[in-house]
């Protein structure tokens, strides 16, 4: 059974940083994308970043690029999000997605068909 774990979040100061755990069990992370999205209040889900099975390919949304940086070890079958120079616009309940693709990733929700269950990151001083 695929099942994801978020970890990681937590209340930290604006300028601070996070790191994000995706831990994937019941699959190997070798064949998976995985996508890192969140969610704020009264907002919609929106995708924030993304790695390939390969992890040759890697994507950003806008305004996170040169802030945050996904990685994965395929030994740990975990995929983690480094968070660096939090705002508080990044305050939302972040989740992992995954996928079984050949290669590439998406930022697109319905592109993913397995979730993990969300972890709160709150930016704020």
């Known amino acids: 059974q695929v099942q994801l774990v978020e970890s990681g979040g937590g209340l930290v100061q604006p300028g601070g940083s996070l790191r994000l755990s995706c831990a994937a069990s019941g699959f190997t992370l070798d064949s998976y994308s995985i996508g890192w999205f969140r969610q704020a209040p009264g907002k919609e889900r929106e995708g924030v970043s993304c790695?390939?099975?390969?992890?040759?390919?890697?994507t950003y949304k806008e305004s996170v690029k040169g802030r945050f940086t996904i990685s994965k070890d395929n030994a740990k079958n975990t995929v983690y999000l480094q968070m660096n120079s939090l705002k508080p616009e990044d305050t939302a309940v972040y989740y992992c997605a995954t996928v079984q693709t050949r290669d590439g990733c998406s930022l697109l929700g319905n592109s993913y068909d397995s979730w993990g269950q969300g972890t709160q990151v709150t930016v704020s001083s």
């Open positions: 790695i390939s099975a390969s992890a040759r390919v890697a």
